[in-house]
């Protein structure tokens, strides 16, 4: 058919696939003599018709294509069964030879750097280390699917800059390429697609936390039957790469909106190597605002009339997150911790220095060593305090304990309702003294649970007239009992203050380390 011969092998093959999509729409009009392992010869005419216009052929020039290549159409295998016979391939057949299904090589052939003489005569990149990764993929047919592949690294020599999949390394210093790459590098042989990166995304607004998406992923992961490969690492999704893989697409997708590349630090560690990047954002935001920072609706302002003018008012209300996270325990110091299981910072020398004096209030003496391995306790050798933080340690331990932890987790400022009955089931929450009683008589030693108060200062208006006397006023008959004041347990900010307009917008977001309050 004249029509046909300018038709190129890009477009014969498009048919073959489409054709093969619609074989069940083919089948379906056909007279009943017709066997369903055979293709027709006529096609019906509303597939005549999609192909017409979809190739920019006439009708006649589709029956004389099909009856050329419609037996080969109807024996092509599907798209999933066509990928699974070219994983098994070079699972197979290519995995002693080096070779691959897919491999990511960087996104650019020759050096960028405008001092590099190879770049500027258009070399080439050819010198590559090839490496073995683990990517975690949300695609072909199914939800969640694993797929090990190969990342191919090229050097120029000449400027000795390293080109990545995601990234170049020039020296100590790894700058992200523009744009957002399909698969985001969240480990040394990791990565994740971005689609799936997204997805983790949507369920943290849920709330999910992060630990139930690398779980959820893994659960669906192990439920399929994946063709299995020797490979040495592990193809597990875990807690830290999914919140390396929200870090890295937020990063990117904020560097590509203002037109930027992202630059970091390549020698630190996983986990220290967006920090400032983070940091940086998030100054950025507080002192410049987003985009719906200026936004004014009939839902948040309200328009009135004056003789002679015309005034409006806008309202925000402020309303406290009270999830708290560790912070230093020095009141009002904003510097972040070095690690969650520290209870001073490291920023401040004088506040770093408190981690090997006694936590006891008033006591200066250096922490002691005891126990296997001459651990670094939070107490000094004096008997009375080696006490209270075995005290805090017994504590700690309980079952009753743990619960009230991953309660004021959840909500720092709301106490459990203890019982007055059994004095000894009170426990410490973060944010509040940790004060011991020590019997002089006895020399037993008990963690007494200070006051109850709210932001404001004031005893909490729930008590009744005799609890509020029975908390603010010693016992008389307890007069004899020293009580001590310690820092063992690790502080946490007290909330996240929001100010939201009506409409949903949120104008702004302060932390509040302690109870702060207008008064």
Known sequence: HPELQDLSYIAITRFLRCASMLKDDILLPQPHSIPVTTAPDVLPPGITD??????????????????????????????????????????HHGQDQGISAYVLYPPIKTCVNTDCIAGQRATPLKKDEPRRVVIFTQAFDVSFYVQLQLQLISTSSACNVNYHHNYAVHGASRQYYSGVPKYIQVGEHQFVERELAMHWIDLMRIPVSATNCARLYNEAQAR??????????????????????????????????????LCVPHGNSQSARYTAAMHARNERIITEGQDELPHACYGCMCLFSLPGTTHYTEVVVTDGITVGRPCCAVPHCKNALASTHNCFCSADPSHRQLETICAVDG???????????????????????????????????????????????????????????????????????????????????????????????????SLTQNESRHVLEACPSKADVLKLKAIFFRKRTNNEQLFVRPCGIISGRGTMYHHEAVS
Not at 53 to 70: E, H, M, N, T, Y
Not at 225 to 236: I, S
Not at 239 to 258: C, K, N
Request: net charge negative; proline share 3%.
């Open 224 to 261: 399929r039957e994946n063709v299995t490969c020797e490979w040495q690492f592990n193809t597990t999704v875990t807690t830290e790469e999914v919140w390396d893989a929200f870090t890295v697409l937020a990063l990117l997708d904020d560097h590509q909106l203002r037109n930027t590349r």
């Open 363 to 461: 006591c200066d003496q250096p922490v002691s060593r005891r126990g296997q391995g001459d651990k670094l306790h939070k107490a000094c050798s004096n008997p009375l305090h080696m006490k209270m933080e075995d005290a805090k340690a017994v504590l700690s331990r309980s079952g009753k304990s743990k619960t009230q932890r991953m309660k004021t987790a959840k909500l720092n400022d709301t106490l459990a309702a203890s019982s007055h009955d059994h004095p000894e089931d009170d426990l410490p929450v973060e944010d509040f003294d940790e004060w011991y009683e020590h019997d002089e008589s006895t020399g037993n030693v008990r963690l007494k649970q200070a006051s109850v108060a709210l932001s404001t200062g004031v005893v909490n208006p």
């Open 50 to 91: 999609f192909f017409s216009r979809s190739f920019d052929i006439s009708c006649d020039a589709v029956d004389v294509l099909w009856d050329a290549v419609k037996h080969i159409a109807w024996t092509l295998p599907a798209d999933g069964e066509e990928h699974e016979v070219i994983e098994t391939m070079f699972q």
